[in-house]
C-alpha cells in the first residue's frame, strides 16, 4: 500500500501548472480584446433623440448598426461610407444571411432627417424588413402636457 501512495505523491509533485495558467491568460486576453469590439458599434457619440417607450437595445449576433452623426454621415463597423455604398454593404449583408438580418439605425437627433430616411430607404432596397431607429427612454410626460 506505501507504494501506491509515494506514487501518486510523485505523479503530482510532477504536475506543473505553468501550462494551464498560460491558457487562462490567453483566454483572459481573448475576452478582453472580443468584448472591446462588440462596443466599437456603440462608440460613436451620437446624441440619440427621445422616445418615452424607448427599450434597451438587446444584441443579437446579426444585428447592423448604422451610425449617423449629426453632419448626415453614415457609419457601420467605425468606417465611414457614402449612401451608394452603405446601399451595397445592406445587400451584402442580406445575400449572406436573408430574413434574418436586423438594421439598428442610431442616428444624432441633430442631423437632417434625409439621411435617416435614405438609410431606412437603403434597407428596404436590400429586402430588408427588420429595422429599427434607436432612441433614449424619457422620464413619463408631465400631466399638464397636451397630447396630439
Not at 44 to 61: F, H, I, T, Y
Not at 103 to 112: F, K, L, T
Request: proline residues 7%; glycine residues 2%; positive net charge.
Amino acid at each position: 500500500m506505501s507504494i501506491l501512495i509515494r506514487n501518486k505523491s510523485r505523479a503530482l509533485e510532477s504536475l506543473t501548472m505553468t501550462p494551464l495558467i498560460d491558457v487562462v491568460f490567453n483566454l483572459l486576453i481573448f475576452f478582453l480584446i472580443a468584448s472591446k469590439f462588440a462596443e466599437e458599434e456603440r462608440e460613436l457619440p451620437v446624441r440619440l433623440p427621445d422616445a418615452s417607450e424607448a427599450q434597451p437595445l438587446l444584441s443579437k449576433p446579426r444585428e447592423l448598426f448604422i451610425n449617423i452623426d449629426e453632419n448626415g454621415r453614415y457609419y457601420v463597423r467605425g468606417k465611414l461610407l457614402r449612401l451608394s455604398e452603405l446601399e451595397k454593404l445592406l445587400l451584402e449583408a442580406w445575400s449572406a444571411n436573408p430574413s434574418r438580418t436586423t438594421v439598428i439605425i442610431r442616428a444624432d437627433e441633430r442631423c437632417r432627417l434625409q439621411p435617416v430616411v435614405s438609410a431606412i430607404n437603403a434597407c428596404k432596397k436590400a429586402h430588408i424588413t427588420d429595422y429599427r431607429l434607436a432612441t433614449r427612454k424619457t422620464g413619463p410626460p408631465s400631466e399638464g402636457a397636451n397630447s396630439p
